[in-house]
Structure formats: C-alpha cells, structure tokens
C-alpha cells in the first residue's frame, strides 16, 4: 500500500461531489415511500401496487447492479457517474407527471436501472484517487452522504403535504439536473498512478464481463468475502428490520417513538462510526496493510455485546446506548468493504466486484426481511432474531480474519482505457 504518495490535486473535490450525489441518489429514491396517502389520492392504486413500486425499483437495481459495475470498469468512471445522475435525475422529474400508476410504474422501473449505475462507480472512482491511508476516510465520507439523503427522504412526505405530490419529484430532479450539468465541469477519473504510463506493462487491455466474473469468483479471498457480506446482510437485516417492532413491544412505546430510536439514533451513530472506523484504519493502515479487515472485524465483535444488551434488558436507557454503540460499530462494515474489494480483487474488476456484491446484499436482505415475518408470524420472539443476527456477526468477524490480501498487482492507469 502506497502510505506516502501524494493524493492527486482533486482527491478531495471528488469526494466532495459525490457525496452530493450520493445523497440525491438515495433521496430520489426513498422519498416516495414517505408520501403513500398523497400519491394514492391523486393516482388510484391497492396497497399492494404501491409495494410494488419500491419492489419494482429494488429488483431491477439488485439484478443490474454486476452489470452497472462492469460499465464504470470498462468505460470512463466519471462518465458513467455523471450520466446516471443525469439520466436519474430527469426520469425523477418526469416521475412529477405521470397520470396513470402504469406510468409511475414504469419511472421506478427506469430509475433503478439509471440509479444502479452510480454507487460502483462511485466508490471505484473514490478508490482510484484514494490509493494511500486515506482510502477508508474518504470512502466513509461518501457513504455519509448517501445515509444522509435516505435520512433526508421525509422531505417527500412533507411537500407532499403542503404543494403536490409531484413538487419534491420536480424540485429534486430539477436540481439532480442542474448538479450533473456542474460535474461535467469538475468530475475527472483518477490521473494516472504509473511514473510512466506509456510503459507496455501499464497498458490496460479490454475489461469484459465473463474474465471479470471468471477472475473474481476464481478468487478464494472473493468468495470468502461473498459469503461474509451474504451473512452481514443476513445478520444485519435481521436487527434493524425488526428494531422498531421489538422496541414498540418490549418497552410499551408508541410507533412514532420507536421508530426514532430505531432509524434516527442508528442512523447518527453509523455516520459518526463511518468517519471514526475510516479514520481509524487509515491510521492503522500506515504500519498494517490489512488494517481495514482488522478494523471491520473489531467493530463486528464490540456491536454483538451492544446487540444483545438491547434484546435483553428492560432499561430503556440502556437499551438506547446498545443501539447507539451497534451504530457506530456496525458502521466499520460499510465503510471498510471497498478497501478490502481493494486489497483481494484484481484493479480492474473493483466495480464489477462491488456491484456483485450488492446484488447479493440486496437478494439477502429481502429475504431476511420475508423470513423474519414468518418467524413472527410463527410466535418466535423478536429478540431471538437479535440472539440469531449477534451469532451471525460473530462468525462473519471470523470468516474476515481468513480473508487475505492478494499479490500486488501492475498499477492500472485509467487514463489509457479508452471511452
């Protein structure tokens, strides 16, 4: 690892940028969930249809996820940012005037193709410029903004309220728009790391889809870190999936306090554990190159504790410090998964790897989710899915200590793949 070089001069300036983006990415996205009662008002539909929205949206992002890592792997990582920005950020305005709920339908089916395209490219792209001991710092300043714009998702709801439904669709995608129009002025991929890019060695030949996949599943360390994020989603879908029903019920809360602590205290801890677990395995990194798999696997370990106090005390106070330590801990997770793609998986693949990952992550969440409510539904107390999701992080901080690093590979130059 690369401890003393010097970041490129807008190593920073993209970080920046993309963490607006990625705030508008998932704000465009969630923001429809907060306004049900205002959509179905104005656009006849059953409660079943309106599921199907986010459904919709959630399967074709999940299955084009491989695919949209792949592009920001084969083409311009820049480039492919900016047109999903673009190309979402319109279908959320035309979202504002659809009539029929076919129409709002096909937009959600639209926008989680265009949207699919951004968080591979993102993160690769942030990787590229972050190539040192800044690396987890900078990938956990781009996750925030993402927590942030899912954070920022009841504005929908509140516009709804006081203009129309489709006022926050035209606001936003209006101002997705007008940013996209500001990094095609500023957004650049990464310079070249090589002293001498023109060096046959630095040549980077034809990324395709098929020796990507080949290469990353052909990968011992790829697949242990398939498997370890499957059970974290697993583990984790399973604690915050069912936080604030268990919260309601044990404590005697009423929905709306519930939801608070389980959604915004979490949310604030994870955005304080992204730039602390960041921060720390930078540090950490400077005399250990698997720093960022250490630092993972401690978070993992200390949130099981927090966890199970939260299942198994009746003190609410303590109860809020469990869920307010499980927040930071767990964090380490998000913010270290790029750095450790970087350190196991060929250079040229790091999107690719990534959307794969996301794929599983999204198919292992829903299912959690479906599994969890047939355990409810068959009488099994809440907090034993807390117990099963504590054993489940246990072994996913295991599993990371088997993850190794692979051989240094010959430094990619970005620049000499071609448009």
Same mark, same amino acid.
């Given at each position: 690892?690369?401890?003393g070089a010097k970041l490129p001069s807008r190593a920073w300036l993209i970080v920046g940028l993309l963490w607006v983006v990625g705030c508008?990415?998932? =704000?465009?996205? /969630? $923001?429809?969930?907060t306004m049900r009662t205002s959509i179905k008002d104005a656009i006849p539909m059953t409660e079943a249809q309106f599921g199907l929205l986010t459904t919709a949206f959630l399967v074709v992002y999940a299955v084009l996820s491989p695919f949209a890592g792949y592009l920001a792997d084969r083409?311009?990582?820049?480039?492919?940012?900016?047109?999903s920005l673009f190309v979402w950020s319109l279908i959320t305005w035309l979202t504002a005037h659809a009539k029929t709920y076919e129409q709002l339908l096909a937009t959600r089916l639209l926008?989680?193709?265009s949207e699919a395209c951004y968080i591979p490219a993102a993160l690769a792209l942030v990787s590229d410029y972050h190539r040192g001991?800044?690396?987890?710092?900078?990938?956990?300043?781009? =996750?925030?903004? /993402? $927590?942030?714009?899912?954070a920022m998702g009841g504005l929908g709801g509140w516009l709804a309220e006081r203009h129309s439904w489709g006022f926050a669709f035209s606001l936003f995608g209006l101002i997705g728009i007008g940013f996209a129009v500001v990094l095609l002025l500023l957004l650049r991929d990464a310079p070249c790391e090589s002293a001498d890019p023109t060096a046959p060695a630095n040549v980077v030949k034809e990324v395709r889809m098929?020796?990507?996949?080949?290469s990353l599943f052909g990968s011992g360390a790829f697949r242990l870190a398939f498997f370890y994020w499957g059970l974290l989603g697993v583990a984790a879908w399973m604690v915050i999936g069912w936080m604030p029903t268990y919260l309601q019920e044990h404590f005697h809360l009423g929905q709306g306090h519930a939801g608070l602590l389980a959604t915004v205290y979490v949310n604030v801890a994870s955005l304080v554990g992204l730039v602390v677990g960041g921060a720390w395995a930078d540090r950490w990194s400077l005399s250990n190159k698997r720093a960022c798999i250490f630092v993972t696997a401690i978070g993992l370990i200390v949130a099981v504790p927090a966890i199970l106090l939260v299942s198994n005390t009746n003190l609410l106070p303590l109860a809020t410090g469990g869920l307010v330590l499980y927040g930071v801990t767990i964090a380490f997770a998000s913010t270290e998964m790029m750095p450790i793609l970087c350190l196991i998986t060929d250079p040229r693949y790091i999107a690719t790897g990534f959307g794969v990952?996301?794929?599983?992550?999204?198919?292992?969440g829903g299912a959690t989710t479906y599994?969890?409510?047939?355990?409810r539904d068959a009488q099994v107390d809440v907090s034993r899915l807390f117990q099963a999701g504590a054993v489940g992080l246990v072994v996913c901080a295991v599993m990371l200590l088997f993850i190794k690093q692979r051989d240094e590979a010959v430094p990619r130059c970005r620049s000499l793949i071609r448009d």
């Open positions: 690892m690369k401890t508008l990415n998932y =704000l465009d996205r /969630v $923001m429809i969930t083409f311009n990582r820049s480039r492919v940012i900016i047109g926008m989680g193709v001991a800044t690396r987890s710092l900078a990938t956990g300043i781009l =996750l925030g903004g /993402v $927590m942030v714009g899912s098929g020796e990507a996949i080949k990952l996301n794929l599983f992550a999204c198919a292992v599994a969890g409510g047939a355990l």
